[in-house]
């Protein structure tokens, strides 16, 4: 009978001895279940994996400047020994705008020595740069170079994810999938390459920089095909140690299943 | 009361509740921190933030969402629904640090304006399983922005108890806005049966308390009783109601509570005016009736908040026929004094 008789008023300081208990056992479960969620949420992640984006710590590479179909610098690590470097913007952004500056000034910049000061990018192999100052580019020499010419790999069939490299490779863990897909989006839209990263056996590579049938840049045509399992279909060609594929946007297909690209 | 704020918004139980609130998160947010980095050393800053932050608030909002069915199965339970306010805006606030961090990582440095990319980034919205998921969060977080920045009595006060009451229903809008948020988006990647387990057994559970209820509330509102020839209905037996207790009662299209108190019988509207509280599950305590939100008091035989306030509700008329209560289904206007019957 004194239990059911208990009140509790806000304004009031006196609390029943029923209402407190029952006050005390709410707390002790609602913290209980905060704890039992931190130790769930926090424990059954999926490992994000050692690719790393050097962002507060800027680098200079030198090296032979490459337009198409993306701007890379063939870098030379030893004798016979070369590295592509992908080359980005700020952001959401591909590296075209900041390298305008330099082509005003110097004109073509194919095959010419660069260096650039901007903060690298990289995982499993590959390296980007990000570039976040137009006058961190500097023409080093303006002699063309050599440099490797594509090498045709034939026709091949491959199944994986649209990815925006500058996220997948070190900005963004995780860089893929479907809670990534909107950033990926933009950053292709603003001229970052799309990079088909295969969940295949292919014996040629993991990673291929997508281009039209004609070898030139695609970005806003691929949007709807982001961060999803898809399969693609095209011309292969060797770019140093890059791939490229030339693709029929329209004829990319949606594969009805999980992703599986890490 | 409804005349000074702050007399409702601090004491010492809502500085212990503010405490136990802060300390509540911080532990979330340190286990989670610490586990991450001690089990995913490679994860980044902004993505640990960002799920800390996320995963701490849709708990919360959970745990927000069963006081208010437990309260009504349990007055026990009170003191947790009276400082629920600060509770929500504590949510809120976890939210905003998902939502801003989320953002600026996914949304802000690109060709477009950050929010017409939440729009726009992701087209498929015919497809559930590539849905985008950022709008749904993007939606509730407005909604429990406007839900903290009114959580107030000024807003309560001039947007009328009716329309501020009706407005923050929208939480359960919100509610179901974050569930598919979260199913559609970091479920489809982070697919632990564990973590996914513990949403459900959440929403469950919030269903559940709500269901039962509702339940228990529809009895009251299937009570049927027949008019006598006068058009008065016979409610109960007089010794059914507890000293300084109520039983509510649906009488005609309103909720009706009949109190007992000092050997009298009073009845008024149910509800009261204030956040629209059962005023039939509160006490008579100093001669008043006194809701069991947030302490609002009305007296019992006109249905007027003693002076200085100035809250009224409907007043009702009973009969007392050897043990049995009638009352005239015809309520007065708010505030008409009416002889109490003894009994």
Redesign the interface.
């Known amino acids: 009978m004194e239990k059911?008789?208990?009140?509790?008023?806000?304004?009031?300081?006196h609390?029943?001895e029923?209402?407190k208990?029952?006050?005390k056992r709410?707390?002790l479960f609602?913290?209980g279940?905060?704890?039992?969620?931190?130790?769930?949420?926090?424990?059954?992640?999926?490992?994000?994996?050692?690719?790393t984006f050097d962002f507060n710590a800027p680098t200079k590479i030198s090296g032979t400047y490459q337009e198409a179909p993306y701007p890379m610098l063939r870098v030379k690590l030893g004798e016979g020994t070369f590295k592509n470097v992908l080359l980005l913007g700020?952001?959401?952004?591909g590296a075209n705008s900041y390298l305008d500056d330099i082509k005003q000034k110097e004109g073509n910049l194919n095959g010419k020595h660069l260096t650039i000061e901007g903060n690298l990018i990289y995982y499993n192999g590959k390296t980007l740069l990000e570039i976040d100052d137009s006058q961190k580019i500097s023409l080093t020499n303006s002699k063309v170079k050599d440099y490797v010419l594509p090498e045709v790999m034939g026709k091949q069939k491959l199944t994986g994810e649209i990815v925006d490299p500058k996220c997948y490779f070190g900005v963004?863990?995780?860089g893929y999938?479907?809670?990534?897909?909107?950033?990926a989006?933009?950053?292709i839209?603003?001229g970052i390459p799309p990079v088909l990263v295969t969940s295949d056996n292919n014996t040629l590579s993991e990673y291929f920089l997508l281009t039209d049938l004609k070898g030139n840049p695609i970005h806003k045509d691929i949007l709807?095909y982001i961060g999803?399992p898809s399969l693609l279909r095209g011309e292969v060609e060797k770019m140093g140690d890059w791939y490229t594929m030339r693709i029929d946007v329209s004829q990319i297909e949606k594969l009805d299943k999980k992703?599986s690209i890490y | 009361m409804g005349l000074d704020y702050k007399l409702v918004l601090w004491n010492k139980h809502k500085k212990t509740y503010d405490k136990i609130i802060a300390l509540g998160m911080l532990l979330y947010l340190v286990v989670f921190v610490a586990l991450t980095l001690a089990l995913n050393p490679e994860t980044t800053a902004e993505t640990m933030i960002i799920r800390a932050f996320g995963s701490l608030a849709i708990l919360m909002l959970h745990i927000i969402l069963v006081i208010g069915p437990l309260s009504r199965l349990n007055p026990q339970f009170l003191p947790i629904l009276y400082n629920r306010r600060h509770l929500g805006v504590s949510m809120f606030l976890a939210a905003l640090v998902h939502g801003a961090f989320s953002i600026i990582q996914f949304h802000t440095l690109g060709d477009v304006n950050p929010i017409y990319a939440i729009i726009t980034s992701n087209m498929d919205y015919g497809s559930l399983t590539n849905f985008p998921f950022q709008v749904l969060g993007f939606l509730a977080l407005l909604i429990l922005f406007y839900m903290a920045s009114t959580s107030h009595d000024f807003f309560l006060k001039n947007l009328s108890p009716k329309i501020w009451k009706g407005l923050h229903m929208m939480v359960y809008l919100a509610y179901g806005l974050i569930l598919m948020h979260v199913f559609l988006g970091a479920f489809q990647q982070e697919t632990s049966p564990f973590t996914i387990g513990i949403i459900i057994v959440g929403f469950i559970t919030v269903t559940s308390l709500h269901l039962i209820t509702a339940f228990k509330e529809s009895k009251i509102d299937k009570f049927n009783s027949e008019k006598n020839s006068e058009g008065w209905l016979e409610v109960c037996e007089v010794d059914e109601i507890p000293n300084d207790r109520a039983k509510i009662f649906t009488v005609g299209n309103e909720r009706v509570a009949i109190f007992k108190y000092e050997g009298k019988l009073s009845a008024i509207h149910n509800v009261c005016k204030h956040q629209g509280g059962p005023l039939g599950e509160g006490k008579i305590v100093d001669g008043c009736v006194t809701c069991p939100w947030h302490g609002y008091q009305y007296l019992p035989h006109n249905g007027q908040s003693p002076p200085p306030f100035t809250e009224k509700v409907a007043t009702y008329e009973l009969r007392l026929n050897g043990k049995k209560v009638y009352i005239n289904p015809n309520g007065f206007e708010e505030g008409t004094e009416v002889q109490p019957v003894t009994c």
Do not use: W
């Open positions: 059911k008789d208990e009140f509790y008023i806000g304004y009031m300081n609390l029943g029923g209402t208990r029952t006050t709410f707390v609602a913290i279940i905060l704890l039992l969620g931190a130790i769930s949420f926090g424990f059954f992640q999926k490992e994000a994996v050692n690719s700020f952001g959401k952004f963004m863990k995780p999938g479907k809670i990534h897909r909107s950033c989006a933009l950053c839209s603003g709807p999803q992703s």
